[in-house]
């Protein structure tokens, strides 16, 4: 074990190289920049880079994460979905107020986003679920996540009777599943740098208009 702890200790960061980021040529909306910094992860072969550490917190006040993927952006917010009853629907329930993390170490850059999440109508809600794997959507049918799980044996029964339930009625959708809009309020840029002379811009909401700082790395 301190084999591990030494290899924990001694681990390396922020290699590089990294790209340069030149605050004086972005543009005027988080959402422009988030496409722009997207395509350039893309574009440089960063593994799932739609994926994503949201974070809740629950009705005691403790807060939560987990990584799950970004359905979409647009002018309007960035988008994921989960079940009502999981344990981060609930929480959401709850209390509205999440963040977003996007992390991608290949090439330095952080994006943190701030915002509410809102619940998208039934329609639409319907419409992701049913653009979900066959194997996706019958697991959330079970409608058993985060409950715990006595038997591998009982989770292998239930998802082979969802799967043949969802042969004979291929297009059933889970009343729990939704799609969440998060409207940011803040969101943050984060590139890193060797030399730890990081590179941090923040927009940030005034007055129903974007404003962009600077801010010590």
Same mark, same amino acid.
């Given at each position: 074990?301190?084999?591990?702890?030494?290899?924990?200790?001694?681990?390396?960061?922020?290699?590089?190289?990294?790209?340069?980021?030149?605050?004086?040529?972005?543009?005027?909306?988080?959402?422009?920049?988030?496409?722009?910094?997207?395509?350039?992860?893309?574009?440089?072969?960063?593994?799932?880079?739609?994926?994503?550490?949201?974070?809740?917190?629950?009705?005691?006040?403790?807060?939560? $994460?987990?990584? /799950?993927?970004?359905?979409?952006?647009? #002018? *309007?917010?960035?988008?994921?979905?989960? !079940?009502?009853?999981?344990?981060?629907?609930?929480?959401?329930?709850?209390?509205?107020?999440?963040?977003?993390?996007?992390?991608?170490?290949?090439?330095?850059?952080?994006?943190?986003?701030?915002?509410?999440?809102?619940?998208?109508?039934?329609?639409?809600?319907?419409?992701?679920?049913?653009?979900?794997?066959?194997?996706?959507?019958?697991?959330?049918?079970?409608?058993?996540? $985060?409950?715990? /799980?006595?038997?591998?044996?009982?989770? #292998? *029964?239930?998802?082979?009777?969802?799967? !043949?339930?969802?042969?004979?009625?291929?297009?059933?959708?889970?009343?729990?599943?939704?799609?969440?809009?998060?409207?940011?309020?803040?969101?943050?840029?984060?590139?890193?740098?060797?030399?730890?002379?990081?590179?941090?811009?923040?927009?940030?909401?005034?007055?129903?208009?974007?404003?962009?700082?600077?801010?010590?790395?």
């Amino acid at each position: 074990m301190n084999s591990v702890r030494n290899k924990i200790q001694n681990s390396k960061t922020l290699i590089g190289p990294f790209p340069t980021f030149e605050v004086q040529d972005t543009p005027y909306t988080p959402y422009e920049l988030f496409l722009t910094w997207f395509q350039f992860a893309f574009d440089h072969d960063i593994h799932e880079p739609h994926a994503m550490t949201l974070s809740t917190v629950d009705k005691k006040g403790n807060p939560d $994460s987990r990584v /799950l993927i970004l359905k979409d952006v647009d #002018e *309007e917010g960035w988008y994921f979905a989960t !079940s009502t009853i999981s344990e981060k629907g609930k929480q959401l329930q709850t209390n509205s107020n999440v963040s977003l993390n996007f992390y991608w170490s290949l090439i330095g850059r952080q994006i943190r986003i701030r915002g509410n999440a809102m619940k998208m109508d039934k329609k639409t809600n319907m419409q992701d679920f049913l653009n979900r794997g066959k194997v996706a959507r019958a697991i959330t049918l079970i409608g058993k996540q $985060s409950s715990i /799980l006595e038997k591998q044996s009982d989770f #292998e *029964e239930a998802l082979s009777t969802q799967l !043949s339930n969802l042969k004979d009625n291929p297009v059933e959708v889970s009343d729990s599943w939704a799609l969440y809009k998060v409207r940011a309020n803040e969101v943050e840029f984060w590139q890193a740098d060797e030399k730890r002379q990081h590179v941090r811009l923040k927009y940030f909401l005034e007055g129903g208009n974007w404003v962009k700082k600077q801010l010590w790395a």
